[in-house]
């Protein structure tokens, strides 16, 4: 059974609420190696699509300038970057997407440059005919999905204006006739479809992002909800959470578990003397030795004004009285106040199985007037209900 006997620092409250509010660098990683999964998934099918659309052409005999120069090049080129992403640490994510956002992009658009070109001078060819329009709505995809969503449809749309340039100067100087699906390809697919793609996916991220957002905010605002903003500990509303729990897990294991009431003595007299900024500084290092002098596993609560809570599992009777009389010679002997004694008089229970908060409260609550009843700067440990 785990002693009481050996204080062990425990984790800092404070220190959890502000990762959830994205001061520690933990959800920044977070979302660095999620992104480095997502390229790690996209990059090899990027490759394989390059060599696809190499074979295609090279396998019949019509694989021109394009399919070897660009398409075999490209896919070493992805390899490289998924080699890159793999070794990378994640704070570098960010370079090997721009490297890919340079690169698949820039494939599409020479392929659609070609396209045109062989339109503008040989006329239609089944043979290198390809609908690059899907192609364009994809890399534009790529640009709202990768990038930071205050600016990400810029770049979406910029692509497309590229590709739709591309597509007015091919219009404006080619004198050959257009076949009707051509014609009808460049229309829906070349002119209507990409912005109505871009528009849709940006709303849905924008969408999603906020959605997201307003769910963190909700999060750190419950987390705060259950803080004590002077000392950084848990407060009385977190204290029935912890106690649901403490009790059930005493269902499962039938350990024992204890409470501890503690409340600074004379705390009045502090405040009128020294000030409240004093008696906050003494709230503070109580807070400081309570966490000190008990386990990683026990809990402390500020419970409200100068009461403090403090919730122990596996305690048995035996050494109950032991640890709150440590933990009251502790807070006796720290210079919590300059020339300026400051005790805490305490009472302690142990939670019986199927017992409800009010029940071991009232119970504590009853030993700790008990304590200063009868001199303060003491302890009270009850073990059932007191008889007037």
């Known amino acids: 059974m785990d002693e009481p006997t050996t204080p062990v620092q425990p984790a800092d409250p404070m220190r959890v609420t502000t990762d959830a509010l994205g001061s520690e660098p933990s959800l920044l990683l977070r979302a660095q190696r999620r992104e480095q999964r997502l ?48 070794r990378c640490p994640p704070a570098h994510v960010a370079r090997v997407r721009a490297a890919t956002l340079v690169l698949g992009p820039g494939i599409v658009l020479v392929g659609q440059g070609q396209l045109l070109a062989d339109l503008a001078r040989n006329g239609f060819d089944d043979r290198y005919y390809f609908g690059w329009s899907p192609w364009i709505i994809l890399c534009s995809a790529l640009f709202i999905f990768l990038l930071p969503s205050r600016y990400s449809w ?25 076949m009707q699906f051509i ?40 987390e705060l909800a259950l803080l004590d903003a002077l000392t950084g500990l848990p407060n009385r509303r977190a204290f029935g959470q912890s106690f649901a729990r403490a009790r059930a897990r005493q269902a499962r294991t039938k350990a024992p578990l ?17 000030g409240h900024a004093a008696g906050d500084d003494v709230l503070r290092g109580l807070a400081g030795v309570l966490k000190r002098e008990l386990r990683g596993t026990d809990e402390v ?29 502790a807070v006796a ?40 009843r009868e001199g303060r700067n003491r302890v ?8 007037d």
């Open 258 to 274: 204890c409470v501890l009431l503690l409340d600074i003595d004379h705390f009045k007299r502090v405040n009128d003397t020294h």
């Open 39 to 86: 390229l790690l998934l996209l990059l090899p099918l990027f490759a394989v699509a390059c060599l696809a659309g190499w074979l295609a052409s090279e396998l019949p005999g019509a694989a021109r300038w394009y399919e070897r120069l660009v398409l075999v090049p490209s896919a070493a080129g992805f390899v490289g970057l998924m080699a890159w992403l793999w």
């Open 154 to 178: 810029r770049f979406a749309v910029g692509y497309y204006l590229v590709s739709l340039c591309m597509l007015v100067v091919f219009l404006a100087l080619n004198n050959r006739p257009l």
């Open 301 to 329: 609560f500020r419970w409200g004004g100068e009461e403090f809570a403090a919730l122990l599992e596996e305690t048995p009777a035996t050494v109950l009285n032991v640890v709150a009389e440590r933990v009251r010679a």
């Open 380 to 387: 009270t440990v009850v073990e059932t209900a007191l008889a």
């Open 183 to 222: 014609q009808v390809e460049f229309l829906l697919n070349g002119v209507v479809a990409p912005p109505v793609f871009i528009a849709l996916l940006s709303a849905f991220t924008r969408m999603r992002s906020d959605y997201t957002r307003a769910r963190a905010q909700a999060e750190s605002l419950r």
């Open 333 to 372: 002997g720290a210079p919590l106040l300059s020339h300026w004694p400051v005790t805490v008089s305490i009472g302690a229970t142990h939670v019986a199985p199927g017992e409800n908060e009010d029940t071991v409260f009232a119970r504590a609550d009853t030993a700790l007037y008990r304590s200063k």
